[in-house]
């Protein structure tokens, strides 16, 4: 368990595209297909299989599933793309994904930008991404916060797990017609029996007093690919201060420890090593801490 404090001081924004090997395994399937049914000119007949097998690939993992008169499309496919309709009557738009055998869902937003009010929290239209069971029994990501999107933020992605289903809600409210509001995501399938795992940072105000950061039930992994797991924070204080972080961790914690003027992996890295105790501070009024731990060591 990591125990930090920080505090204010006198003033003076994810993620690659996870692309499975089951949409490339189709390929190679198109692929060997085509070729074993040349009987001749194998060159030229080759050479069109092979543009026809991409050719469908990427028409189908570049489909457009969007709204037209119904306010909530159900997906099964492989693969696709998501943007919300600017000429759909709805005030919500859902996306409902549905997984079979032994896959999961990865969607990776690649364009984001939604209203968002003066205050930072999402009031006027937002997305929320959430799971389901099979009882439509809802199952957020995010335990620590309400999961709901808005403003600019850079492109990132969010898995599904446990073979639930994932929901894609986006509330847009009275502002469907503002052309500027919008956001871009690519879909696919992934691995059930692979981890797969990536959300926003937790957000933490700053304060004075001391805060535990460990990985619980309420501070569940950020970020994880397989066996190497990740915590994000944020801490934020008023935009007139700057912040000040101390650290002091227990013994038996072997995680990476580190620290970032600004958003995690946005803001310059001002601190990664593993020390017990430090202190450090920023230029700004926000910090970012990533805690990196390995399987063997949760």
């Known amino acids: 368990m990591f125990c930090l404090m920080w505090s204010g001081k006198t003033k003076i924004s994810f993620s690659k595209m996870y692309w499975t090997n089951h949409l490339s395994k189709a390929v190679k399937i198109c692929l060997y297909e ?3 049914k040349q009987s001749q000119d194998i060159y030229t ?13 990427k028409s189908r993992c570049n489909y457009l599933y969007t709204h037209g008169q119904a306010c909530t499309i159900h997906l099964h496919t492989a693969c696709g793309t998501l943007m919300p309709s600017k000429h759909s009557p709805c005030e919500r738009l859902l996306w409902i994904f549905k997984p079979v055998g032994q896959y999961n869902y990865n969607i990776t937003f690649t364009q984001f930008s939604l209203r968002q009010s003066r205050s930072g929290y999402c009031i006027s239209e937002y997305v929320e991404i959430y799971m389901m069971n099979f009882n439509d029994t809802k199952i957020p990501i995010d335990k620590t916060s309400d999961g709901k999107l808005c403003g600019w933020v850079k492109p990132f992605s969010v898995f599904s ?3 639930h289903g994932f929901v894609v809600k986006y509330d847009r409210g009275n502002h469907s017609n503002h052309s500027n509001n919008s956001f ?5 399938i992934t691995d059930a029996r692979r981890a797969y795992k990536e ?25 994880q690919y397989d066996d190497i797991k990740q915590t994000r924070y944020l801490i934020r204080s008023d935009i007139a201060y700057k912040v000040i972080v101390q650290w002091k961790s227990q013994r038996n914690i072997s995680a990476t420890f580190s620290v970032y003027d600004g958003p995690p992996l946005i803001g310059k890295e001002l ?6 105790r430090g202190q450090i501070q920023t230029t700004g009024f926000q910090c970012g801490i990533i805690l990196i731990w390995r ?3 949760a």
């Not at 601190?271 to 017990?276: E, L, V």
């Open 184 to 188: 871009y995501a690519h879909f696919q």
């Open 34 to 36: 085509t070729f074993s």
């Open 45 to 57: 007949g080759g050479l069109q299989g092979t543009t026809t097998c991409f050719v469908r690939f």
């Open 199 to 223: 959300v926003t940072p937790y957000l933490i105000p700053a304060s004075n007093q001391a805060k535990p950061l460990n990985n619980d039930e309420f501070y569940v992994y950020t970020n």
């Open 271 to 276: 601190f990664i090593r593993y020390n017990r």
């Open 161 to 163: 797990h446990s073979f």
């Open 295 to 297: 399987e063997s060591d």
